[in-house]
């Protein structure tokens, strides 16, 4: 046992231990000991005629819909998964390189990953083979649900049933947590992404424009809400018109906002309910009494937490800073690796064997 914690401390000094949120719209990364240093969109550029890496996270994302024909600005995570794996690991290889920037150590540095729930082993594989492959020494995973829950401090390793919902860029995971484990989960392909497709598609039909991902994501962020607020919004919009094929410009507004959403909000309330309806009654009990814990970036979306309140009639709070929620709970899961491994997709050849 000595001799264990002995080695242990010297590979600490000779490695990083990082912790990444592996998501759809943005990849942040932890780094022990320094908190969140990285938040950028998984975004990569690729050159098509060379096969190099143009530019990663915001610097690509700026890319989108502007590249030249030989220069693609992809996504390579598609509903929290991997879909091109060598860009991804590519991607990874990035940050990790600025994470250790100008401090560099003997060994790889120990990676903590977050992957969204109910993801296939195949597909687990993906993702810690890619994160070897750009240069981590050893790789454990966390189903995201779970990680935000660590990351809000819930007491999830107590007889106490908690509830979270972390609402992504592709996928929407729901999660009821007790005693160290998910006794209930759902994973719906709803989410910030869809959120954004629902607004496209709405400008279209009302409006007979075009506009992009980016011009819906910033409507989304300026107006975007569930229930109306004290004083009406709007904000202009410019795309193409479908019938001209001129650029036209258009004011939209909060109320147009809502209406785009209402399908992918309905369906995600109905999924919350469904959860619930399944849910253990102690358990239930505990959620009703304590609440449901919204994170991840749709937790923005303003209204949606008093919406969903009034639907399942259980409080709902919105963390603090929901973005960074599953980042942060990588972060606790190293700084306290020894009480948190049973909660880990394990990789049996980084933890130390069972006692």
Same mark, same amino acid.
């Given at each position: 046992?000595?001799?264990?914690?002995?080695?242990?401390r010297?590979?600490?000094m000779?490695?990083h =231990?990082?912790?990444?949120?592996l #998501?759809?719209? $943005?990849?942040?990364?932890? /780094?022990?000991?320094?908190?969140?240093?990285?938040?950028?969109?998984?975004v990569?550029?690729?050159?098509?005629?060379? @096969?190099?890496v /143009?530019? !990663?996270?915001?610097?690509?994302?700026?890319?989108?819909?502007?590249?030249?024909a030989h220069?693609?600005?992809?996504?390579?995570?598609?509903?929290?998964?991997?879909?091109d794996?060598?860009?991804?690991?590519?991607?990874?290889?990035?940050?990790?390189?600025?994470?250790?920037?100008?401090?560099?150590?003997?060994?790889?540095?120990?990676?903590?990953?977050?992957?969204?729930?109910?993801?296939?082993?195949v597909?687990?594989? *993906?993702?810690?083979?890619?994160?070897?492959?750009?240069?981590? #020494?050893?790789?454990?995973?966390?189903?995201?649900?779970?990680a935000?829950?660590?990351?809000?401090?819930?007491p999830?390793?107590e007889?106490v049933?908690?509830?979270?919902?972390?609402? &992504?860029?592709?996928?929407?995971?729901?999660? %009821?947590?007790?005693?160290?484990?998910? /006794?209930?989960?759902?994973?719906?392909?709803?989410?910030?992404?869809?959120?954004?497709?629902?607004?496209?598609s709405?400008?279209? $039909?009302?409006?007979k424009i075009?506009?992009?991902?980016?011009?819906?994501?910033?409507v989304?962020?300026?107006?975007g809400?569930?229930?109306? &607020?004290?004083?009406?919004?709007?904000?202009?919009i410019?795309g193409?018109?479908?019938?001209?094929g001129l650029?036209?410009? %258009?004011?939209?507004?909060?109320?147009?906002?809502?209406e *785009?959403?209402?399908?992918?909000?309905?369906?995600l309330?109905?999924s919350?309910?469904? !959860?619930?309806e399944?849910?253990?009654?102690?358990?239930l009990?505990?959620?009703?009494?304590? @609440?449901?814990?919204?994170?991840?970036?749709?937790?923005?979306?303003?209204?949606? #937490?008093?919406l969903?309140?009034?639907? %399942?009639?259980?409080?709902?709070?919105v963390? *603090? =800073?929901?973005?960074?929620?599953?980042a942060?709970?990588? @972060?606790?899961?190293?700084?306290?690796? =020894?009480l948190y491994?049973?909660?880990?997709?394990?990789?049996? =050849?980084?933890?130390?064997?069972?006692?």
């Amino acid at each position: 046992m000595a001799d264990f914690f002995g080695k242990e401390r010297m590979r600490r000094m000779l490695s990083h =231990d990082i912790g990444i949120d592996l #998501g759809t719209a $943005n990849t942040l990364v932890y /780094v022990r000991g320094k908190g969140i240093l990285i938040n950028e969109p998984s975004v990569v550029a690729v050159n098509q005629k060379t @096969g190099q890496v /143009v530019a !990663v996270g915001a610097a690509a994302k700026e890319m989108l819909g502007r590249t030249p024909a030989h220069i693609e600005a992809v996504k390579p995570l598609v509903d929290g998964v991997i879909s091109d794996f060598e860009v991804t690991e590519e991607m990874i290889s990035y940050l990790l390189n600025r994470a250790q920037e100008n401090n560099k150590k003997a060994f790889g540095p120990r990676v903590v990953v977050g992957v969204p729930s109910g993801i296939t082993n195949v597909e687990i594989r *993906a993702v810690r083979d890619a994160t070897r492959n750009a240069g981590a #020494g050893e790789v454990f995973i966390i189903e995201e649900p779970m990680a935000a829950a660590i990351g809000m401090r819930l007491p999830i390793h107590e007889p106490v049933g908690s509830m979270v919902v972390d609402i &992504g860029g592709g996928t929407s995971d729901i999660a %009821v947590l007790s005693m160290g484990g998910m /006794v209930r989960t759902k994973n719906l392909r709803i989410a910030g992404d869809r959120f954004n497709d629902d607004i496209i598609s709405y400008i279209r $039909n009302q409006f007979k424009i075009l506009i992009g991902e980016k011009t819906a994501e910033r409507v989304k962020h300026a107006i975007g809400s569930v229930i109306p &607020g004290d004083e009406p919004l709007e904000a202009s919009i410019k795309g193409r018109d479908l019938i001209t094929g001129l650029p036209r410009e %258009v004011i939209v507004t909060d109320t147009d906002i809502r209406e *785009a959403l209402s399908g992918s909000i309905e369906a995600l309330v109905n999924s919350i309910r469904e !959860v619930l309806e399944s849910t253990p009654p102690e358990i239930l009990a505990d959620i009703m009494q304590r @609440g449901i814990y919204l994170a991840g970036g749709g937790a923005l979306i303003s209204g949606l #937490g008093e919406l969903i309140a009034s639907e %399942v009639n259980i409080p709902v709070h919105v963390t *603090a =800073d929901p973005l960074t929620a599953v980042a942060r709970g990588t @972060g606790v899961i190293l700084e306290n690796l =020894d009480l948190y491994r049973d909660i880990l997709i394990e990789n049996e =050849d980084a933890l130390p064997p069972k006692k």
